[in-house]
């Protein structure tokens, strides 16, 4: 394994989307198409399957190190309710633009941290985006919880409000990794929020851990598993760290990359990290998650029902999804559009009445058979086509032939019309998707643009 680690271990997309963002068209792209573009998956999507809806809410009372995400540092509660009339009002010229009541079936809130905000907020918040939506009774809504301020207050309020997933971001519990990455919690405080939202009665909590940190050691990995699996969480996240200080900046470097484990020292983390998990009952699902063998997620995926977006993977498979919040990433399935990112050109665009999008991407022909590929690879671990038929394109043979060396190294089975990855070849899925990008192929990056695959 460490020679495939090294032979495939370069820069490549995550693939949360297909086109990945750096190849967005964004000189052909214009905020009336996107709107168009809405309309169309919401009139197409609305009445069978719904929409899904994601809020970033960016404010944090400290810098986390290990984190990609767009946020504002602040100990200064008196920015949250303002920040929400803006979500509020965004979300009021959405809905100018659909005929009917939107049926949320799935909504988000990331972050930065939710839990900066206070209960009461939130609840002005949520009762504030249903007052014109429906909600279903299965609807999927969840949150992302900081494992020191999400108090037994704020899971209820949530809950009232029909919440029943939550997932926590533990990373790891050894304290010279915390030091490092600035997010020290003890395991009591992940104790107790886990099972604070037990007893309340959500019916899925999830734990997010990470691999390749800084400082981090095999026996780091095997005492956060270890103390992960004795609170079982129904899902676990274990995501590859992401070392990009020439995108994220100063908050990548406060340490060196010296301090982080070697391609092959990492893939050894999650190789152990994985195999205690599957002994503990887990069942891997799509790239970097984990499920218990009851879960929505692994019963997606065995009815090969599994989705991938800009919020991970979903048992929800909706064709629309609109992001609310400064940065965020919404998408139509025949469009992207991202969100400004600076807060107050967020408020001034809404003062004027403008949904605040910046950028964005229509996908042509191409895009979206490539991108429903991509997805089925993600998803499925396996993809399918018709000669000059369903899922077809004019590249495809070239395609194929790139990916010969990996069926030669036993990553993939290459049949007639299908493509099958093995569990030799998952932690290569990425590289595997790649022999799809025919945009990243076309024009290769000058600079790094993405982390590493391994």
Known sequence: ????????????????????????????FTKQAWENSVIKAFKESNSTEGISLYIHLPFCEAMCTFCGCNKRITVNHNVELPYLKYVLKEWSLYLALLDEAPVISELHLGGGTPTFFSPENLKILIDGIFKHAVQPDDAALSFEGHPNNTTREHLQTLHDLGFNRVSYGVQDFNLEVQKAIH?????????????????????????????????????????????????????????????????????????????LPSPVEKREQYELGKQMLEDAGYIEIGMDHFALASDELNIAMVTKKLHRNFMGYSSSSTQAMIGLGVSSISDSWYGFAQNVKNITAYKKLLDQDQIPVYRGHLLNEEDLIIRKHILNLMCQFETSWEQNGRLYFTELPDVLIDLKEMEADGLLVLESNSIIVPEKGRAFVRNICMAFDLRLKRKKPDTQLFSMTI
């Open 183 to 259: 997010r020290v919690q003890p395991f009591e405080n992940v104790q107790s929020a886990t099972f604070n939202a037990r007893e309340i009665g959500y019916s899925s909590v999830s734990h997010d851990l990470i691999y390749g940190l800084p400082f981090q050691k095999k026996e780091h990995v095997i005492h956060t598993i270890e103390q992960t699996i004795a609170l079982k969480p129904d899902r676990i996240a274990f995501y590859s760290y992401a070392f990009v200080p020439w995108i994220k900046g100063n908050g990548q470097r406060g340490f060196s990359q010296e301090n």
């Open 1 to 28: 394994m460490s020679s495939l680690v090294q032979k495939y271990n370069v820069a490549g997309p995550r693939y949360t989307s297909y086109p990945t963002v750096p190849y967005w068209e964004e000189a052909a």
